[in-house]
């Protein structure tokens, strides 16, 4: 038999088993399949899977000819310059870096077990020493010990769509085995690192076809065995890519946070203008599939206004080929309602970038990894947010960050309606499997009625109640002086509220929007866009509107039983005589409509 997860109830002193069903996901026991022997040092465990061999350190650049087949790569700090060389390593051991470094993102999708941030590995390893790396638990091992490759299954059938993430594309096929039919994320990075040239180097030597050339090349074998792939235009750091030939040579004081994603993009137009030819070619070579476009460091909508105009009025993508954007910073989450209004087909969230942009951690150093977590409430609420306000205007949502490997971040998603989730292949499985499980609780639901019917139920409520109040003050003695009693208003508890947190917010920002702002939008006028990066004199500051700003949830607004209402405070006594007059004429009709305007 196979564990089972039952749910009983217990009465008096009678325990009744109400449902069992099998367990199909687990934590797992971190002592679980554990090696036992000399461990040498411990690190962040980064791509799964245990490999044995000889250790050779690398220095520099140079060294990387010394690593032959089944070594064990070690080094301070990996970077798209040794992707190469960490092909033909059986596993990989990093001073620094985090769990989204290149070394753990580059070794997963190999399939290399991996551990990264483990401080000394260069000073405390020898060169030629034989060594386990276990990078399951994080853990280096004295001697050779048996090893185990990270398997990949293929995912059980869901409705959220189950994509993978490929960057290289000789590891396509690899991907392929998990069944998934879509690629959520392919980096460009990946591929121009393998041509050894900075994309500069190929427009300062006009050669700029040549760059679409090995582009072409890349994306054809990747988008092959799948039936739809997104690319990301480039988004190259200048620490990273310091060595390929062409590149700048000075590093910023803070990378993260310099010129890359979409601004270097609009900054070097040939380049972007490139990438969009050699994602048109791919659309045109296979017209059956489904490509996606998306800008990575979106800040404003000005940035995707003006990638679309390259892409449609002077590359002229096909119809085959969507445009999207990636979400991974608080300025995106912010203003995401404007961006969404820019006509954008889809979004992903970077959840590497947006974590580390929202909790301030360099998710490089390893020195503050303990606090780096996806799943921090701050992280999540973005995402919800964001997850909304798309559905409100028909935009596809998916996720193509490492998070989406993570069980509980897939049920987070797939309880807040995500379409599509973006996993290392071979994470793939276990999520679908988690996914498979949420969904098949969420169908014995009761079914929600929609979007337009309850904003029915709650405008219906709320006039049945106002309409109680006016017959209670209109049903008084005709004539009489008395003050007029005080009258309970009935406030429902509002029915499913915790589904309703989209329909109440649209409510409250459009109470929240001025008379000024709504004459605005009837006209057509838009608030200019704040343009970072762009000059001073070709932009227009803009302070981003309240309702993008400030995400708001109903439960800051559930009721949850009836309350009456003071009213005794309205002194009829002292009311004009000609506006209560009794007499049940047009006047009394204004009074009371003038009572009400209180509410």
Request: include cysteine.
């Amino acid at each position: 038999g196979k564990p089972q997860d039952i749910e009983f109830a217990i009465e008096g002193s009678e325990i009744y088993i109400v449902q069992s069903r099998p367990i199909t996901t687990k934590a797992h026991d971190k002592d679980e399949g554990e090696i036992k022997g000399e461990i040498l040092l411990s690190g962040l465990g980064a791509s799964p899977g245990i490999g044995s061999g000889v250790v050779k350190i690398i220095k520099n650049l140079d060294d990387l000819d010394k690593i032959k087949k089944g070594d064990v790569l070690v080094t301070t700090m990996t970077n798209p310059d040794m992707v190469v060389a960490m092909q033909r390593a059986v596993a990989i051991i990093t001073d620094e870096g985090g769990v989204t470094s290149h070394a753990s993102i580059v070794s997963r999708e190999m399939g290399i077990p991996a551990i990264v941030g483990t401080g000394n590995a260069t000073t405390k390893l020898k060169e030629g020493q034989i060594l386990t790396v276990d990078g399951n638990n994080g853990k280096v091992y004295e001697g050779r010990m048996q090893t185990q490759e990270a398997e990949i299954k293929r995912i059980v059938p869901t409705k959220t769509k189950i994509k993978v993430i490929v960057d290289l594309p000789d590891y396509a096929e690899r991907a392929a085995k998990s069944g998934a039919k879509a690629v959520g994320l392919v980096r460009l990075e990946g591929i121009i690192a393998s041509s050894g040239k900075h994309p500069l180097k190929y427009a300062k030597e006009k050669k700029i076809e040549d760059y679409v050339s090995v582009l072409v090349k890349g994306l054809k074998k990747i988008a092959e065995p799948f039936e739809e792939i997104w690319v990301r235009s480039s988004d190259i750091r200048s620490d990273e890519f310091r060595n390929l030939e062409g590149a700048p040579k000075e590093v910023e004081g803070n990378p993260m946070l310099g010129n890359h994603g979409i601004r270097f993009s609009l900054r070097h137009t040939e380049i972007l203008s490139a990438e969009l030819t050699a994602i048109k070619e791919v659309a045109d070579e296979f017209p059956e599939k489904k490509i996606g476009l998306m800008a990575p460091q979106i800040i404003s909508a000005a940035e995707i206004k003006e990638m679309k105009r390259i892409a449609i009025e002077e590359v002229g993508i096909p119809k085959n080929v969507k445009i999207g954007i990636m979400v991974e910073t608080p300025a995106a989450v912010q203003i995401i309602n404007k961006l969404c209004e820019e006509g954008i087909d889809f979004i992903s969230f970077g959840t590497n970038d947006l974590t580390q942009f929202t909790l301030a951690i360099d998710r490089n150093n390893s020195e503050v990894q303990y606090l780096y977590d996806e799943m921090n409430p701050a992280v999540l609420n973005s995402i919800r947010y964001v997850i909304r306000r798309c559905k409100h205007y028909g935009v596809e949502t998916s996720i193509c960050g490492q998070a989406g490997s993570r069980e509980e971040m897939a049920k987070f998603l797939v309880h807040e309606g995500i379409d599509s989730v973006s996993v290392n292949a071979d994470a793939a499985f276990n999520v679908s499997q988690v996914i498979a499980e949420i969904e098949s609780r969420k169908e014995k639901e009761p079914e929600y009625k929609g979007r337009e019917d309850a904003i029915k139920e709650f405008k219906k409520e709320k006039e049945e109640a106002r309409k109680e109040f006016r017959e209670e003050i209109l049903a008084r003695d005709e004539g009489s002086k008395k003050e007029p009693p005080i009258a309970p208003i009935a406030v429902v508890p509002m029915k499913n509220s915790d589904k309703l947190d989209e329909d109440i917010q649209d409510i409250i920002l459009r109470e929240l929007e001025s008379e000024a702002e709504r004459e605005r939008e009837q006209v057509g006028e838009q608030p200019d866009e704040y343009n970072p990066g762009i000059p001073v004199e070709e932009a227009k500051a803009e302070i981003p509107s309240l309702n993008d700003a400030i995400p708001v949830d109903s439960s800051d607004f559930n009721m949850t039983e009836e309350k009456e209402v003071d009213l005794s405070f309205m002194d009829v006594e002292k009311l004009p005589e000609k506006e209560w007059d009794g007499e049940g004429n047009k006047e009394e009709e204004n009074s009371e409509d003038k009572v009400l305007d209180i509410f």
